[in-house]
């Protein structure tokens, strides 16, 4: 992997996580979205863009965590018939 294409992910993570952020309201699409920055967060670490990484990292992680409570909590609500 060069440098470049690197840096290309580490750009592709941090958008993807904070497109995570906002998304996380509808699990359906917050959650593959927070995956996939994830992974392009990990495969970008040990590029030149390895802040820009970290913070799509950290973004991802926390959209998928915001994900599956807010879609724990529908099932939860939907469950007992509070929906």
Do not use: C, D, H
Not at 18 to 41: N, R, S
Not at 52 to 73: D, F, H, Q, R, Y
């Amino acid at each position: 992997m060069s440098v470049q294409e690197g840096g290309g992910k580490a750009v592709t993570s941090l958008v993807l996580g904070i497109v995570g952020m906002l998304a996380w309201l509808l699990p359906i699409i917050g959650l593959p979205v927070a995956i996939t920055g994830l992974v392009f967060g990990v495969r970008s670490t040990n590029s030149e863009n390895k802040g820009m990484a970290i913070a799509g990292l950290t973004l991802s992680i926390i959209g998928i965590v915001l994900s599956i409570i807010n879609a724990s909590i529908g099932a939860f609500m939907g469950a007992t018939g509070q929906l």
